[in-house]
């Protein structure tokens, strides 16, 4: 029932600019926690951007003051705004949706394995150059 699509992602370089979004159809609220997260060729998944149900964003130290996270709650379509991308921001990039929102932003990030009543995209590649 539930499904997210991600897309926005291209090649781009370094210092450019890109928004993903992540659209979500089926049994998904806006009452639900969501999230990007991002897995580089060969390692494995990281948190990258969580928003809570109150609107309070996380952000992995790498991303803040670049990336931006938002989520418009009428049309449930999840978006992150990313600034002055760079090398190491290359990953496949990932959405996801917790319907219990139990758990912190840093918590969410630090093991998304614990995100147990959730939903994934299957990602948009996003590939920066120097």
């Known amino acids: 029932q539930a499904r997210l699509v991600e897309s926005g992602g291209d090649s781009v370089e370094a210092g450019s600019s890109l928004k993903l979004s992540c659209a979500a159809s089926?049994?998904?609220?806006?009452?639900?926690?969501m999230g990007w997260f991002r897995q580089p060729l060969g390692k494995e998944r990281e948190g990258v951007a969580w928003?809570?149900?109150?609107?309070?964003?996380t952000y992995t130290d790498s991303v803040k003051g670049r990336f931006t996270i938002s989520k418009d709650n009428d049309a449930i379509i999840l978006y992150l705004e990313m600034n002055d991308l760079k090398p190491e921001d290359t990953a496949m990039y990932y959405c996801?949706?917790?319907?219990?929102?139990?758990?912190?932003?840093?918590?969410?990030?630090?093991?998304?394995?614990?995100?147990?009543?959730?939903?994934w995209g299957q990602g948009t590649q996003v590939t920066v150059s120097s």
């Open positions: 996801a949706a917790d319907s219990r929102c139990l758990l912190s932003g840093k918590e969410a990030l630090g093991d998304p394995k614990r995100i147990e009543s959730g939903y």
């Open positions: 089926g049994i998904v609220y806006a009452s639900y926690c």
């Open positions: 928003i809570m149900n109150s609107g309070r964003t």
